[in-house]
């Protein structure tokens, strides 16, 4: 189970898994997602669902929010064993995409730490297909350069225009903050 430790004097907090040292200090910036050996390498490790929603919180930009559920989730450590990213995939929140063979990432965060995503993007469409799903999704919202899906292999699927929102007089929704967003929806390779 990954355990937080109290926040540094800069208010980030760090994840360490279990049989790993306690970090000195912050982890080093840097790095690459690429299976190389040293100072900066990041490995994949699983994350239970509580441990990757809490990084979520602390982590992610935009939706601190954790998804509701998930069916897998998957993270990446340096080599002193502290998580530095996670990703958690799902069930596609849009209803024409859930078939029983597709998944979604529905949210990535990391602490800033190079090539991260792009490791995790890469290893849960591995591991989806692994699982015998055939597809796997991602969306990102406008402003967002897609960068580390690219560097997975990831190809653009389609484009969304900004909606209003899901609240209807008969179903009434709470905001999330994604209204009036445009999106773009990726699929792995």
């Known amino acids: 189970m990954t355990t937080p430790f109290p926040a540094p004097a800069s208010q980030e907090q760090l994840f360490v898994l279990p049989g790993a040292p306690a970090p000195d200090s912050h982890a080093p910036q840097g790095g690459t997602a690429r299976r190389r050996t040293g100072p900066g390498a990041l490995r994949l490790v699983p ?66 730490v190079r090539n991260a995503n792009s490791l995790l993007y890469g290893a849960a469409w591995r591991a989806a297909a692994a699982l015998g799903y055939r597809r796997l999704i991602t969306y990102t919202q406008v402003g967002e350069s897609g960068a580390s899906l690219r560097g997975a292999g990831w190809r653009v699927l389609a484009h969304r225009p900004p909606r209003g929102g899901w609240h209807a007089p008969s179903r009434p929704r709470t905001s999330r903050g994604t209204e009036r967003i445009a999106r773009t929806v990726w699929q792995a390779p």
């Open 47 to 112: 994350v239970r669902s509580r441990e990757a929603k809490d990084f979520v919180r602390a982590w992610h930009r935009h939706h601190p929010n954790p998804p509701a559920g998930q069916v897998f989730a998957v993270g990446a450590a340096d080599e002193r064993g502290v998580l530095r990213a996670v990703a958690i995939v799902g069930r596609p929140v849009a209803r024409h995409f859930d078939d029983g063979l597709t998944l979604e990432v529905t949210r990535t965060a990391s602490d800033g």
